[in-house]
C-alpha cells in the first residue's frame, strides 16, 4: 500500500455561491460533481477540481452536519483553531493572482514577499490571505522543498 497524493480538502462555505465562484473566477478550479445528502443535512455541496486535474476541494454549504476538525469561528474576526491552519497553491506569479484573489474579496494577511528559510538559505515567494470564506490560503511560487542541506 502506498499514498498517492493529497485527493481534496474540505471547507464548509458560509455563502457557498461566493465560495464556488471564488476558488472558479481566482483559482482556476472546474466544477465536478455536485450533491446533496439529506441524512447529514448537506442542501449542497461540490466538488472543485483544481488546475492539476487530481487535487480537489470539497465545498459544503453552512448548514451541513460534517465532521471537522476545531470550531467555527463565531465572527469574521475571530481566528478559529483546528488542525487545518492553512493550505498553499503553488502559482506561477504571487504577485498577480494575490492582487487577483483581493479584487474577488479576499483579504491581506501577508502581502507578497520572498523569505530565506534555514541555512543554506532557500528562497521562497509567497503571499497569504483570507478567502472571501475565511480560509488562510498561500500562494507560493515553485520551490523544492526537497532539496538536501
Request: aromatic content about 10%; hydrophobic content about 45%.
Amino acid at each position: 500500500m502506498s499514498v498517492n497524493g493529497l485527493a481534496h480538502v474540505a471547507i464548509q462555505a458560509r455563502d457557498y455561491s461566493a465560495t464556488i465562484a471564488f476558488y472558479i473566477e481566482v483559482l482556476g478550479f472546474k466544477r465536478g460533481h455536485h450533491w446533496s445528502l439529506p441524512l447529514f443535512r448537506i442542501q449542497e455541496a461540490s466538488m472543485l477540481i483544481s488546475p492539476d486535474g487530481r487535487t480537489c476541494l470539497e465545498i459544503f454549504d453552512n448548514e451541513a452536519v460534517i465532521p471537522a476538525q476545531g470550531k467555527k469561528a463565531a465572527s469574521e474576526d475571530q481566528i478559529a483553531h483546528g488542525a487545518l491552519l492553512h493550505f498553499a497553491f503553488y502559482v506561477d506569479n504571487v504577485e498577480e493572482i494575490y492582487q487577483k484573489a483581493l479584487a474577488h474579496g479576499a483579504r491581506t494577511f501577508v502581502a507578497p514577499d520572498t523569505l530565506s528559510l534555514g541555512e543554506p538559505p532557500l528562497l521562497v515567494k509567497n503571499a497569504l490571505i483570507h478567502s472571501p470564506n475565511g480560509e488562510v490560503i498561500e500562494f507560493i511560487e515553485e520551490v523544492d522543498f526537497g532539496r538536501i542541506t
